[in-house]
């Protein structure tokens, strides 16, 4: 089980409009089109919508939702491959889908864990962990105090950031760890920052490594009935009749007057607007063609954020041996 980043991500949501030199052919016609079935998708299209606005969905996959998807095939148990978490339950627009869709969520108990160390169980509340929590909160406020401080020093301009892993390695160094402490000290690196953040300390900027601003305020729910039951909600008020599956949008013509967006089907949709929720791979990839070509700024943007892999892993274990916690987890000795 992992803990993860980024709550409902509208992604790079990008408006366009049409060039008047197209040619407006008998391809299907709508106000808008949107690109891609994920949770900023559904959740765009459903906003026009209800807004009297004419709107379709071009999805590449057989399915919707995207990178939340909640995958029943082991034994009929609602497995979330994506998204899980609802990240701070209050001001969250998931909650009020969550609502109005009867998904029940519930939150969880970090605390309940049961750890593993070579081979052997470990006590849960032992002193080892106690220290362990105590050294990583150490080390975040060592984090704060230095990046203030450097930020004063920059005066105006812009503090020099570099990775977090210089941090841990002067922490390391300052505060001689070696051994066992070490090794839950890194334990909780790994565990509460790169799990969090998709990402090595060697690749999350020192300065800004926890400004993600995706958490917001309240409990941290799943659901257990899958994160899908909020896609499925989403897909079902919009009319499964709007989203055009197994579309892959290989091109979008944008100008003045409308759109013309051209998929690997061999009818083309023209529309007076285009929003695009490319995930940033597709983008990265330039797997889209974009005409006339995006702006350097956007490209920019594009070529400068970073992405991760992010995978979750289901075992079906023949019992149960661990105990009745929420969290099974294994300090390693290993990165
Ligand atoms: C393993 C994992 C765990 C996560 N856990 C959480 C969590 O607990 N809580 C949380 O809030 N967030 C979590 N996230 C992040 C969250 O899942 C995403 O931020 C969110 O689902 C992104 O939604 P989206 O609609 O922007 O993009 P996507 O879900 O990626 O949707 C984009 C859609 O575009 C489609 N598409 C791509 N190319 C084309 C094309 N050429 N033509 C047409 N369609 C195309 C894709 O098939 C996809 O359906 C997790 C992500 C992962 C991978």
């Not at 929003?275 to 594009?302: H, M, Q, W, Y």
Request: proline letters at 3%; a negative charge.
């Amino acid at each position: 089980m992992l803990k993860t980043g980024a709550v409902s991500a509208i992604g790079i949501l990008l408006v366009l409009v049409f060039s008047p030199q197209l040619s407006l052919a008998e391809d299907e016609k709508h106000d808008v089109i949107v690109v891609g079935a994920g949770i900023a998708g559904l959740g765009a299209a459903n906003e026009l919508q209800s807004r009297g606005y004419d709107v379709i969905i071009l999805e590449a996959k057989d399915r919707v939702g995207g990178r939340l998807y909640t995958d029943s095939s082991l034994d009929g148990i609602p497995l979330d491959r994506g998204a899980s978490w609802i990240h701070g339950v209050i001001g969250n627009p998931i909650t009020g889908l969550a609502e109005k869709y009867g998904a029940e969520n519930v939150p969880v108990n970090d605390d309940s864990v049961t750890l593993y160390h070579n081979g052997a169980k470990m006590d849960g509340s032992s002193e080892r962990l106690e220290k362990a929590g105590l050294l990583f909160n150490e080390f975040l406020d060592d984090v704060e105090e230095k990046r203030e401080n450097i930020s004063r020093a920059a005066k105006d301009g812009a503090p020099p950031d570099y990775a977090l892993q210089v941090a841990v390695d002067e922490f390391i160094s300052d505060k001689g760890l070696t051994g066992q402490i070490l090794t839950d000290f890194l334990y909780n690196v790994s565990w509460c920052l790169e799990a969090d953040y998709a990402a090595d300390t060697e690749d999350l900027s020192f300065l800004h490594y926890d400004e993600v601003g995706y958490k917001l305020e309240g409990d941290e729910n799943v659901f257990p009935g899958g994160y899908g039951q909020i896609i499925q909600g989403l897909a079902g008020d919009l009319g499964e009749d709007k989203i055009y599956k197994k579309h892959a949008v290989t091109k979008i013509e944008y100008g003045n007057s409308g759109v013309k967006v051209y998929t690997n089907q061999s009818k083309t949709f023209e529309g007076k607007y285009v929003i695009s929720t490319l995930p940033l791979g597709v983008l990265r990839n330039g797997d889209v063609e974009f005409s006339p070509k995006l702006t350097d700024a956007k490209l920019e943007a594009i070529n400068h954020l970073k992405l991760a892999n992010f995978e979750k892993i289901f075992f079906k274990f023949p019992k149960v041996f661990w105990d009745d916690a929420v969290w099974l987890s294994r300090i390693s000795n290993e990165k």
